[in-house]
């Protein structure tokens, strides 16, 4: 595992910082091999940490003579600190401060963009840092505010580094530039990379700088060096006052692509310059040479280390540094292998070693050894005969204390009068007490759950004890026995229910609701077993053997349903249009009753008009009515 470039640096002090891809910041002490401290800060999600460098002041004793003689500084100033100047990718920067694990100012406002790379000056009073919006801001950190800012590049700028005497500064984009700080103008260009140049590493001179007014005059013989973007060599190049060249006077071959450079310069003029790279390829790169004067032919590296495991696979170097006894002892070489979770550190000293390509068999740090004793392994194997074997049914809670009441009153009864009873009649008790206790013995004993049972069918591995769980179809009884069941038997009761999937498929619907809530329940725990993937690529494929017919049947179950409702209407419409249609002809049979009801109204309606007839003919002219002569007498005698 890889981190971010300019994300991980070693410090003067045998410290690590590296930043994860998930913004979190962590200490390391190399001595011991662990970490120290772990920064999270609020916004680490959507703020990460892009580039750190440490700046480190140890305290220094001074004799009193000079303290006499100087002014006393106060004790802000005098007090060690060790700095790890943070950029983010929304463009703040940050200082966090390593003893104390705080961080003691942040920086914002001077850039819009990612920040790539931060450098200190050499009092640990400013930093500079450069971002993908094409500038450099120089942050002073006494106050809130940048104090300066400036356009470096048409580009994107991914390196700075600072001269000894803090009064240059190199910045890397497509091109390499040499900028006075005081005036915060260009002085030189350097050319020859064909990629973007992503880092910068300044040779210290081996003797001290003196003070003049022309930045360039202090930098003058200064050596650097620069690595590109998918470049695979390192190159050295020399600041010139007079004579200026913008190509590199010698390059390093490293054979991959470079992620961190680190550079350990000369005490003296005859000492050859070190130069150690870690590349993609899980190697560190070791340079030894003496910087003076050109050379065409790319350099080979003196020494290479890689870090394996016993089976030969490499571990991942995540950074390497120059020790600081490197110029007392020999080359010593710091090494972090491992990952960003657990890191493993090796001080490397290249003159114990007889070849140049050290390979380094270590135990991979990120995977966890658990030792344990074989006697604690042993497990007690249940015997498997049947006839050895008691079945355990759910029943009854109280059961086990009920038959021991019972045997405690017939003990007590039978103990009570025992002298007055006759040598029969003790004889009689003792036989009946001989054969209770066979009842009880040859009884099946009851357990208070289903999950103690499946337990114990599932250790056994007893196939007629977990059909008997497996038979019921209650949701409440399945879920409740899952949840009491032990996390240890999920992965057997898995397996049981997978074998029994692949039988008859008359019972897999309640197979699978044991299935759905075993799965659904341990979801959390199943997710941390690291072979739980076949288990699971077992069950899918089963399940999608069993249901790659379903789609034909469906469209075929669709089909008929649309075939039997076409029918039923079909019939419908023919009733209906047979019950709406008119008769031609109807012939109704009536009763001879009814005949003789209606041949009797016949008669007297023939009667009536007869009489009605008559009635007429008799009111015709000259038609003498006896009726009225005899009502006309009576009215006469009344009167």
């Not at 913004?23 to 800060?41: A, M, N, R, Y």
């Not at 007055?420 to 054969?435: C, F, I, P, V, W």
């Not at 669709?558 to 031609?584: C, F, P």
Request: with cysteine; net charge negative; glycine share 4%.
């Amino acid at each position: 595992m890889t981190t971010e470039r300019n994300c991980v640096s070693f410090s003067s002090n045998d410290k690590l910082a590296l930043c994860s891809p998930d913004g979190v910041l962590h200490v390391w002490d190399s001595k011991e091999g662990i970490e120290k401290q772990q920064f999270t800060p609020a916004s680490h999600l959507t703020a990460t940490f892009t580039c750190l460098s440490w700046k480190i002041r140890q305290h220094q004793k001074q004799n009193e003579e000079k303290r006499k003689r100087k002014k006393l500084k106060t004790l802000s100033e005098v007090r060690p600190f060790e700095y790890v100047a943070l950029g983010t990718a929304v463009g703040d920067v940050l200082v966090f401060n390593s003893i104390s694990g705080e961080i003691t100012a942040k920086k914002s406002g001077g850039h819009v963009d990612r920040v790539n790379d931060v450098c200190w000056s050499g009092d640990g009073s400013i930093i500079y840092s450069c971002s993908n919006d094409q500038h450099i801001v120089e942050w002073d950190l006494s106050s809130p505010q940048h104090k300066s800012k400036w356009k470096a590049d048409k580009q994107e700028v991914f390196s700075v580094a600072i001269g000894s005497n803090s009064q240059t500064l190199l910045s890397a984009g497509r091109l390499i530039k040499l900028w006075d700080l005081n005036k915060k103008e260009l002085i030189r260009k350097f050319s020859g990379h064909a990629s973007p140049v992503i880092s910068l590493a300044f040779v210290d001179q081996y003797k001290e700088v003196a003070s003049t007014d022309s930045p360039l005059d202090g930098a003058d013989g200064l050596y650097f060096i620069s690595a590109g973007l998918d470049d695979r060599s390192l190159s050295a190049w020399q600041i010139r006052k007079s004579k200026h060249k913008k190509t590199s006077l010698c390059s390093f071959y490293l054979g991959s692509e470079p992620t961190s450079v680190a550079v350990l310069s000369p005490k003296s003029a005859n000492d050859p310059v070190h130069v150690l790279s870690v590349t993609q390829e899980r190697t560190v790169a070791i340079f030894s040479h003496l910087l003076n004067g050109p050379i065409e032919k790319p350099l080979q590296a003196n020494a290479t280390i890689r870090v394996c495991t016993e089976e030969a696979e490499p571990l991942d170097v995540i950074s390497a540094s120059f020790d600081e006894t490197s110029h007392n002892n020999g080359l010593v070489v710091n090494v972090a292998y491992g990952s960003t979770l657990k890191l493993a550190f090796e001080k490397i000293k290249l003159s114990e070693h007889s070849t140049s390509d050290i390979v380094l068999i270590r135990k991979d740090p990120t995977k966890i050894v658990i030792s344990v004793e074989e006697d604690k392994l042993k497990l007690k194997v249940p015997s498997r005969r049947k006839e050895d074997v008691s079945s355990i049914v759910p029943g009854a809670a109280d059961h086990i204390g009920t038959n021991k009441d019972q045997k405690r009153k017939r003990k007590k009864q039978l103990s009570i009068g025992e002298s007055q009873l006759t040598m029969e009649e003790r004889m009689n008790a003792l036989s009946m007490d001989k054969s209770e206790n066979a009842d009880d013995s040859t009884a099946t004993p009851c357990a208070d759950s289903f999950a103690v049972l499946l337990s114990q069918g599932l250790q056994s591995n007893d196939r007629d004890v977990i059909n008997q769980v497996l038979q019921h179809n209650s949701d409440s009884l399945i879920k409740n026995t899952i949840e009491q069941l032990p996390i240890s038997y999920i992965i057997p009761l898995l397996n049981e229910l997978t074998e029994r999937l692949h039988g008859s498929p008359d019972k897999c619907l309640i197979f699978i609701k044991w299935l759905r809530t075993a799965l659904s329940h341990h979801a959390s725990y199943l997710m941390t077993l690291p072979g739980i993937s076949s288990l699971l690529n077992e069950l899918h494929q089963l399940m999608r053997v069993r249901t790659q017919t379903q789609g034909r049947l469906s469209k075929l179950e669709g089909k008929l349903d649309l075939i039997m409702s076409q029918v039923v209407s079909r019939k419908s419409e023919q009733v209906t249009s047979s019950s709406d249609e008119k008769a031609l002809y109807v012939l109704e049979e009536d009763s001879s009753d009814e005949q003789d009801e209606n041949m009797m109204e016949g008669m007297i309606e023939s009667d009536l008009d007869d009489w009605e007839e008559f009635s007429d003919d008799e009111r015709k002219p000259g038609h003498h009515d006896n009726t009225d002569d005899d009502f006309q007498i009576l009215m006469d005698e009344d009167g």
